[in-house]
């Protein structure tokens, strides 16, 4: 990297895409820029189509279509814990703001106006109030910067990048270049294009999830739609097929029922795994507790034999006697008080010291909580022998997830043991990340574990899941194929056949439309028609694993430089967020108060590691010293 800047000097930076990610490095270079001496100005041009406004978070999409967060436990401002070369600006979580605005839920339990209900912690809010809350932010930022930086908003998109020297000269989508002698990518992971129109079939994939609920504006109520998926994107599918098209939940009566418009589809849905994911219970501080066996000292023992890991053989033991350890915690927190709980959580640490927790007795065993097929979701197929058989023992399932969902994390060791995936997931990075893994158990867990932690973790909120529920039990929502059927392309018919593979009795039905309900991201970066692409196809990044058919990361170093070609990092570029899902983990996530949050802390590293580059000859003030919370 170059050498300091002279007092009275400016450095320009360069932000391209300012979603999420995009927004946490604009907050740590305005808070540690006020840090640094007044006459070195920073020229930060913000680059984005549609800055602030993630896809996911429009402002302008309906209000049924929810986060899977509760509000208070969402927010943009960092804690202490996650930055620390400069104080966190404070401000108001995604809570506060609105109860600032003094908006209410309506009688819906979604529509958020100026009527009905005060909003509460646990509410999970629409997604386009989050997207407010985004807009106001970056205003927020943009009224807190200090004198000496400056903002050059580029209402485009980035469409090429070219080095010349230790600069950076983009191309926008308008016709207008930026050059940069910072620059950070954190636009996302493109989905995989549409197909292009080969036969008639193509006429009826919806192969791009959003927007909805404009996508399934060609569909008629007297047809028949087929959901692939069984996440948060095809849940969106359903309430925008359902509640958008006017259809409402009865909730005066016990079960609640389903009200049809008349105008909604039939709708049918599969995946791959036929597993739905569960239900989030109300968030609650009693799941957090420091880790028994999923530790880095364990990982860092299992490497002593290997320095790359397998996660079936090496990690995903470790964290199935996690899971146990915390299901008996949970009960004897219920059970016996905190006191018990908290001698168990001693006496598993000296067994996991001596090396016997997996053989400890207190331990609960298979026939009281059998972490491994809650962890792989194992919904009982063995009797089932046809769709309807199928479909009964999942709405069964779901019947006891959501029950469990509604006793919340205090009232069901089951929900405070499978949260144990989300609470130690920094852990779980640390074990694969950075080529922490063989190749081979990459592709695994990027298959098979990823998915099975969302559908523990990321499913819909409890409410939203007994709204599922409801549907199925109405017959408007089915899923009668199970697991895993063929899909084709009945070109005399004009539909889509769906045939089951994993049922006893086959089961064949018809659709007329395909939606695909999940996020299909494109296999090689350097098909990003974009930013991404450029920096691919000219060699200044290069993919990870590329011999992989599963992960599609551009590589990065462990201070997100991206690795070129030649093997150097770039070391005026940062790349943050999903475009480095693979070499790093679980980079899709909202920022919750007063947590250390690894997005944040990263953004905070790589501003630092800018600054103490830029800044004249002298010490930044310590944020203990001189740093005032701002």
């Known amino acids: 990297?170059?050498?300091?800047?002279?007092?009275?000097?400016?450095?320009?930076?360069?932000?391209?895409?300012?979603?999420?990610?995009?927004?946490?490095?604009?907050?740590?270079?305005?808070?540690?820029?006020?840090?640094?001496?007044?006459?070195?100005?920073?020229?930060?041009?913000l680059v984005d189509g549609?800055?602030?406004q993630p896809r996911q978070y429009d402002s302008h999409q309906p209000d049924y279509l929810l986060l899977n967060h509760a509000c208070a436990q969402v927010?943009?401002?960092?804690?202490?814990?996650s930055v620390t070369h400069a104080p966190a600006m404070s401000g108001p979580s995604l809570y506060d703001w609105v109860r600032e605005r003094g908006l209410r839920v309506a009688?819906?339990?979604?529509?958020?106006?100026n009527d009905g209900r005060q909003v509460r912690p646990t509410d999970n809010l629409p997604r386009r109030v989050f997207g407010d809350y985004l807009r106001w932010f970056l205003e927020h930022l943009r009224t807190n910067a200090p004198d000496n930086v400056r903002l050059i908003d580029h209402a485009s998109d980035a469409v090429d990048l070219k080095q010349d020297g230790d600069t950076a000269i983009l191309s926008l989508g308008n016709g207008d270049h930026v050059e940069a002698d910072y620059l950070f990518v954190t636009v996302g992971q493109r989905p995989q294009p549409a197909p292009r129109d080969r036969d008639r079939s193509s006429s009826r994939l919806i192969a791009t999830a959003y927007p909805l609920p404009g996508q399934f504006a060609s569909i008629q109520p007297s047809e028949t739609v087929a959901v692939a998926g069984l996440g948060l994107t095809a849940a969106d599918a359903i309430f925008a097929l359902t509640v958008g098209r006017g259809g409402s939940f009865d909730q005066t009566v016990s079960p609640e029922r389903y009200l049809p418009s008349g105008r909604e589809p039939r709708i049918i849905v599969f995946s791959r795994s036929g597993l739905p994911y569960r239900a989030r219970p109300t968030p609650s501080p009693c799941v957090s507790y420091d880790a028994v066996a999923l530790t880095r000292t364990a990982i860092d023992r299992l490497r002593t034999r290997t320095p790359r890991l397998d996660f079936d053989r090496d990690v995903l033991p470790l964290l199935l006697l996690e899971l146990r350890v915390a299901y008996q915690r949970a009960k004897l927190l219920q059970e016996a008080g905190e006191q018990a709980a908290e001698a168990f959580l001693l006496s598993a640490r000296g067994a996991a010291a001596e090396g016997v927790l997996d053989t400890f007795a207190e331990l609960p065993g298979p026939a009281e909580f059998d972490a491994e097929t809650v962890y792989r979701g194992t919904v009982a197929t063995s009797a089932e022998v046809d769709g309807r058989a199928y479909q009964r023992s999942l709405e069964s399932w779901l019947t006891a997830d959501l029950a469990d969902a509604m006793r919340g994390f205090e009232g069901s060791p089951v929900k405070a043991a499978t949260e144990i995936c989300r609470e130690f997931r920094d852990i779980i990075r640390y074990a694969i990340e950075f080529g922490g893994l063989t190749d081979a158990s990459l592709d695994r867990f990027y298959r098979h574990h990823r998915e099975a932690i969302?559908?523990?973790?990321?499913?819909?909120?409890?409410?939203?899941?007994?709204?599922?529920?409801?549907?199925?039990?109405?017959?408007?929502v089915s899923m009668p194929v199970g697991p895993n059927p063929l899909v084709d392309w009945d070109d005399d018919t004009g539909t889509w056949t769906l045939s089951s593979t994993a049922l006893s009795v086959p089961q064949t039905v018809s659709a007329d439309w395909l939606y695909r309900g999940y996020t299909d991201r494109i296999t090689s970066v350097e098909d990003d028609p974009a930013v991404v692409g450029a920096i691919a196809r000219r060699g200044i990044a290069r993919r990870f694993k590329p011999a992989s058919t599963v992960v599609s990361s551009v590589e990065v170093?462990?201070?997100?430089h991206p690795i070129a070609e030649n093997g150097e990092s770039a070391a005026r570029i940062w790349i943050f967020g999903l475009l480095c899902e693979g070499v790093t983990f679980y980079n899709g996530y909202l920022t919750s108060p007063e947590r250390f949050e690894r997005s944040q802390s990263d953004a905070d590293r790589a501003v630092h590691e800018l600054i103490e580059e830029v800044r004249p000859d002298r010490q930044i003030i310590s944020a203990l010293e001189g740093g005032a919370r701002r």
């Open 1 to 45: 990297m170059g050498g300091h800047y002279a007092p009275g000097s400016s450095v320009t930076v360069a932000i391209v895409g300012m979603g999420v990610r995009g927004l946490s490095v604009l907050e740590r270079i305005i808070s540690q820029a006020a840090l640094v001496d007044p006459l070195l100005r920073i020229d930060l041009h």
């Open 50 to 52: 549609n800055p602030a």
């Open 75 to 81: 927010s943009m401002f960092p804690a202490a814990q």
């Open 107 to 113: 009688s819906d339990g979604f529509t958020v106006g």
């Open 454 to 476: 969302n559908r523990l973790v990321i499913g819909p909120e409890k409410e939203r899941s007994g709204n599922l529920l409801t549907l199925l039990r109405s017959g408007l």
């Open 557 to 560: 170093d462990g201070c997100g």
